[in-house]
């Protein structure tokens, strides 16, 4: 079982992390406005990668780099990748508020996948608060004709690969250090962006979006580290809920730079999920405690 220290660790990365992806995603959804998705992806995927290989070996990881590939780490970053693509594409065509709160499904995704991967036991409590939680997120996304956003699908697909992910990153436990977890998650979010370029018209970068763009990228690989960091050995029952952290900063970062202001059922929809994660959350510590007042075999 991991250790409080870890789950410490792991929030405090966790926390930080989101806040990195905010000024990342704003940075990244002024670009949006004038350049394809897909040239975005890719031009900040390859600085991404080139910043955290640097890093890498300058910290004596050179090697790892290119010995470290696994299944495992290779499905991890395809999962991260495809989270990604997913991200952006909505972030091009949604208020970034909304697609925070759609975002937050992916802890009650965790949970509910954890049963599958991890045999973890999740009682009906957590269900029904699992439950609540996804049709909070239907209130976010608006399943009715007249106010329907496709891209609030694409934003949920994306928080699906994201839970997946971050299932991948428990696996991978200590096998690997995180900056080179990293490397190839950028490496992955890059071989994504290439896909679409070859079906875009290409631009040129103006310089100060070209700087912009690398500002974002030193962000974003910030935040790819943290999050190996963060979900890495820790019960991620208790670590996920952390992410709700991003409505917040997303929040402000949508409303200072774009003057953004989710609407009633969305700000609905998100305390749902947020409620739900938070009693799931309070629901695995009463489960700690149970499990803890249990006396020890007799010998």
């Not at 991967?117 to 997120?137: K, L, M, N």
Request: hydrophobic share 60%; with cysteine.
């Amino acid at each position: 079982m991991s250790t409080l220290s870890n789950n410490q660790r792991g929030i405090i990365a966790i926390c930080a992390c989101m806040a990195s992806y905010t000024v990342n995603d704003v940075l990244v959804k002024q670009i949006l406005r004038d350049y394809p998705i897909g040239e975005v992806i890719f031009v900040r995927g390859v600085m991404c990668m080139l910043l955290i290989g640097a890093v890498a070996v300058a910290m004596g990881y050179a090697t790892m780099l290119r010995s470290a590939m696994s299944r495992l780490l290779a499905a991890r970053s395809a999962c991260d990748g495809l989270s990604t693509v997913g991200f952006i594409a909505a972030l091009a065509h949604m208020p970034l508020a909304n697609l925070a709160a759609v975002l937050q499904i992916a802890p009650l995704m965790i949970t509910a996948l954890s049963v599958a991967f991890y045999r973890e036991v999740v009682g009906w409590r957590r269900w029904t608060a699992i439950g609540i939680g996804f049709c909070g997120a239907l209130l976010v996304i608006k399943p009715i004709p007249s106010q329907f956003n496709i891209w609030a699908i694409v934003g949920a697909a994306s928080a699906l690969f994201a839970a997946l992910r971050e299932l991948q990153t428990r696996r991978i436990g200590h096998g690997f250090p995180a900056i080179v977890v990293a490397f190839w998650a950028s490496v992955a979010i890059t071989i994504c962006g290439a896909f679409f370029v070859a079906a875009e018209e290409w631009r040129m970068f103006a310089p100060g979006d070209l700087f912009q763009l690398f500002v974002a990228a030193v962000f974003v690989g910030i935040a790819i580290y943290l999050l190996a960091v963060g979900f890495r050995d820790v019960d991620l029952s208790v670590v996920a809920p952390f992410r709700y952290a991003y409505l917040i900063t997303s929040g402000i970062g949508g409303y200072i730079v774009f003057r953004e202001l989710p609407d009633g059922l969305t700000v609905a929809g998100a305390i749902l999920i947020v409620g739900s994660g938070i009693y799931i959350l309070h629901r695995e510590a009463v489960r700690k405690r149970m499990l803890a007042a249990k006396p020890a075999p007799a010998e």
